[in-house]
């Protein structure tokens, strides 16, 4: 038998550490081979082969029965927990279910109370799925998928201008605030999305339509402010019905600002996206197939 100074340095089979536990809690390596359904000889290799493993004598061979060793006493704690540990990850990896990640692009005013609930019973549902949920312009949501970083988007965009998987009309309003109306100024102020941003062509065209001066009052990339520069007084604005507030007054052909029917919600997806991907985009088709109604 080695000395402890040359301990070999082969890693502990659990195999082997579960013939030593065995055989201590049985006494006896014939009742330790039947319950580990081996055989006598099979259990007194498995011990010599950890004894030469661990570089001491780990069992005591008596004639009725076996005792470990002060050094089996030590590996006999040690062997126990390892064993017990091997039995929770075993476990836990048999009841684990692989985490599957949706990524969800959705513009600015569809953050609200129905889509919150939408997701939350998708989410209770489907516990394993992890939602990644990004906001913002349209343009920028449509960046992003083309460049495959979402996997299911809702764009706003002009009608017919790209083709999606389902699109449905987007309710405009024009908005001015309730408590400090700007539509008689003169030139008349507007609050818009920065260049290239929706609504932007269509709220200069229809001022310039009206043969009104005009100016850009206030310029901002993000839906709550420009809800909040209007309601301050600073412009009139162009934004979905569903973006209005208590905040605003909305304006009509009273004032000479004609309807705009040119906007529309459109839903992308890939041809081949995850079962996952198609129920939640199905999900999104009857909210917004019940908002139309």
């Known amino acids: 038998m080695p000395s402890s100074g040359n301990i070999n340095r082969t890693l502990f089979e659990l195999d082997l550490l579960r013939a030593m536990v065995m055989v201590a809690d049985c006494g006896s390596f014939t009742t330790a ?5 081996s055989t006598q000889s099979t259990i007194s290799q498995k011990i010599r ?3 030469a493993i661990a570089g001491h004598p780990l069992l ?4 009725r029965d076996v005792h470990p ?4 006493q030590t590996l006999l704690g040690i062997a126990r927990q ?15 279910t692989v985490a599957v990640t949706v990524r969800l692009g959705v513009p600015e005013d569809f953050v609200n109370a129905r889509t919150s609930e939408l997701l939350g019973r998708f989410n209770r549902r489907h516990p394993q799925v992890k939602l990644e949920v990004t ?16 996997d299911l988007v809702l764009v706003k965009q002009r009608r017919n201008s790209r083709q999606g998987v389902a699109c449905w009309p987007e309710p405009m309003r024009w908005v001015d605030s309730a408590r400090t109306p700007c539509i008689g100024l003169d030139p008349v102020p507007l609050v818009t999305f920065p260049p290239r941003g929706l609504y932007r062509d269509e709220l200069i065209a229809a001022v310039e339509g009206m043969g009104r001066r005009w100016r850009i009052s ?18 009139i604005s162009l934004l979905p019905a569903r973006a209005m507030t208590r905040e605003h007054r909305a304006l009509t052909a009273r004032q000479g600002l004609p309807p705009i029917d040119s906007i529309e919600i459109a839903m992308l997806h890939r041809s081949n996206a995850e079962p ?5 985009a199905s999900q999104f088709m009857r909210l917004l197939q019940r908002e139309r109604r």
């Open 135 to 150: 906001s913002g312009l349209s343009r920028d949501l449509a960046a992003a998928y083309d460049h495959g970083e979402l």
């Open 60 to 63: 005591i061979r008596g004639n």
């Open 33 to 37: 081979a039947a319950r580990l359904h």
């Open 69 to 72: 060793t002060d050094a089996g």
């Open 218 to 235: 206030f310029t901002s990339s993000s839906l709550s402010g420009i809800q909040g520069a209007v309601a301050d007084g600073m412009g």
């Open 82 to 96: 390892m064993l017990s540990l091997n039995d929770q990850m075993r476990e836990a990896l048999a009841g684990a």
């Open 276 to 280: 996952l991907v198609l129920e939640l």
């Open 49 to 51: 082969r950890l004894e």
